[in-house]
């Protein structure tokens, strides 16, 4: 059995709001709208952000957004007035935890070891 990648979902109450959300997040629009209720994001070494539309499923999801440099990611999110707060680093990894407007959970990741997934 192979796999060739892998998708993170997040359920959200409103697909409209939460595309406008996530474009600032992001800082680009979505790469593909597949369905009407489904918007995802691919990132340049692998994965994709899928967020859609299921109110009964809106924020109960997770996902682990890995970066480079969380620190301008920290920066990015302050300036849109997400709480930056949930930080914290060891000598293996950096990370910041934020919520979108619906309750999902969105970790940031920088990996310091470089024996960690990236």
Request: glycine share 6%; proline share 4%.
């Amino acid at each position: 059995m192979s796999f060739d990648n892998a998708i993170a979902s997040l359920a959200v109450k409103n697909l409209a709001s939460a595309v406008t959300w996530y474009e600032a997040l992001l800082g680009r629009t979505a790469d593909s709208t597949p369905l009407p209720e489904v918007a995802e994001w691919k990132f340049p070494h692998g994965g994709w952000l899928q967020v859609y539309q299921l109110p009964e499923r809106a924020g109960s999801g997770s996902c682990t957004l890995v970066v480079s440099g969380i620190e301008e990611v920290v920066a990015h999110v302050e300036k849109l007035g997400i709480d930056a707060s949930q930080r914290s680093s060891d000598a293996q990894l950096k990370t910041l935890m934020i919520v979108d407007p619906d309750g999902n959970h969105i970790a940031f990741a920088e990996a310091l070891d470089k024996t960690m997934a990236r």
